[in-house]
């Protein structure tokens, strides 16, 4: 059955903004020359259709769609008998940024695994949502819509390669022994590669492509982690007994490491955001 939901103009601007969104049992051809003026998002839910972005051609079998941005030249098509689509299109003033953020500059395909369980009932959500006719000011939908886009991120998967949630759960184990080593002054890369089986340059390609840093920038992210909550909270401790605490050898080089990444000394960020003291 054909649904469709088409959004009034909100009052007020939206970080994401919904145009429309439904269900095509029957998908037919559509071919737009200047592309569309919305961002807008094609998934197979049934079926497979080709679709052509600008020359590059994607095809889009079930659990798969492309995420094409305003105004690219595009034309889709089904490739089997019946090619039944979910069609999502939106705007808003943080939509560039963010579609950009999570899924790049370019149009493209993402796909998902048969076992994921959120990604089209987050689809359907946001459409009952529309249809009740419930959220007449938006912002609902632009929060279930930021949700959609996210699990897209998370559980979504390209060129196929394994999904950021796939990826992450590879190297959980090595995240939650850092929680309970990370005090440890000789814990390094070394030690860390050891603990996954993996060469210390793997090691590092695995955190740069989930944290966009190396592995032990992050190990230095947590010992400074580490350090905010323990900084207001012990205010009978030293800030080198902080220091060595979380895993630095000296206090000089707690401090230097602590102000580079904060922009404050630890004393200063104690004081911010410690109690004050009782007049």
């Known amino acids: 059955m054909l649904r469709r ?13 919904m145009e429309t969104i439904g269900i095509n049992p029957e998908q037919e051809y559509i071919h737009r020359p200047e592309g569309y003026p919305c961002f807008h998002w094609l998934q197979t839910i049934e ?3 080709e679709i052509n972005v600008q020359g ?10 492309v995420l094409l941005h305003p105004h690219i030249q595009h034309f889709y098509f089904g490739r089997s008998a019946n090619w039944k689509t979910y069609y999502v299109t939106f705007t808003g003033t943080m939509a560039t940024n963010l579609a950009i953020d999570l899924h790049g500059a370019f149009s493209d395909k993402i796909q998902w695994d048969r076992d ?26 632009s929060a279930e819509l930021y949700r959609f886009l996210t699990l897209l991120k998370t559980n979504g998967r390209k060129n196929h390669l394994p999904s950021l949630s796939r990826r992450l759960e590879r190297i959980q184990q090595l995240l939650d022994w850092l929680e309970n080593e990370y005090a440890n002054p000789d814990l390094g890369l070394a030690k860390m590669a050891e603990r996954l089986s993996i060469g210390e340059r793997q090691l590092n390609e695995r955190f740069r492509e989930l944290f966009g840093q190396t592995a032990y920038a992050y190990l230095i992210q947590l010992r400074l982690r580490k350090a905010k909550e323990w900084l207001p909270s012990r205010p009978d401790w030293t800030v080198r007994q902080i220091g060595e605490a979380v895993g630095f050898r000296d206090a000089s080089h707690f401090v230097a490491t602590f102000r580079q990444k904060e922009g404050m000394t630890p004393e200063k ?11």
């Open 5 to 17: 939901a088409v959004y009034p103009i909100p009052s007020e601007s939206l970080p994401l903004q």
């Open 47 to 49: 079926g497979e259709g």
């Open 56 to 65: 590059t051609v994607f095809k889009l079998p079930e659990r798969s769609g």
């Open 116 to 141: 994921d369980q959120e990604i089209t009932p987050q689809l359907e959500r946001i459409l009952q949502l529309a249809e009740s006719g419930t959220d007449p000011s938006g912002w609902k939908s």
């Open 269 to 279: 960020y104690r004081r911010l955001h410690g109690p004050s003291p009782l007049a």
